[in-house]
């Protein structure tokens, strides 16, 4: 079965950090991009990152640039996003999800494959 798991959300205070790691099984995880896609209560899923298979290309929302750092091991099936300086309006479920492309993926309809959620509350 194809899994997508998705951890290490939590509560923190605005200006703080936090590290998600997305576990990938049951597909060729190196022939797949791979994505995180928040939503917020009341708000569009938005798509904050991803990186390509193998090139380790990269999309970044505006909102994350110089905040945020997608990367991935594809030795241990796992994509981290790296969450630094975070806001009060970064609060939201995180879901990863895969999409088998040759580049990066922008929006969520694009992808093929998504875990479940993570919450991440940052405070003011």
Do not use: H
């Amino acid at each position: 079965d194809v899994q997508l798991q998705a951890s290490g959300g939590g509560l923190v205070q605005a200006g703080g950090s936090l590290r998600l790691s997305c576990t990938a099984s049951g597909f060729t995880f190196d022939d797949y991009a791979i994505g995180w896609i928040r939503q917020a209560p009341g708000k569009e899923r938005e798509g904050v990152s991803c990186i390509s298979a193998r090139q380790g290309l990269t999309y970044y929302a505006d909102s994350v640039k110089g905040r945020f750092t997608i990367s991935r091991d594809n030795a241990k099936n796992t994509v981290y996003l790296q969450m630094n300086n975070l806001e009060p309006e970064d609060t939201a479920v995180y879901y990863c999800a895969a999409a088998r492309v040759t580049g990066w993926v922008k929006y969520p309809s694009e992808y093929d494959f998504w875990g479940q959620g993570t919450q991440v509350t940052v405070s003011s």
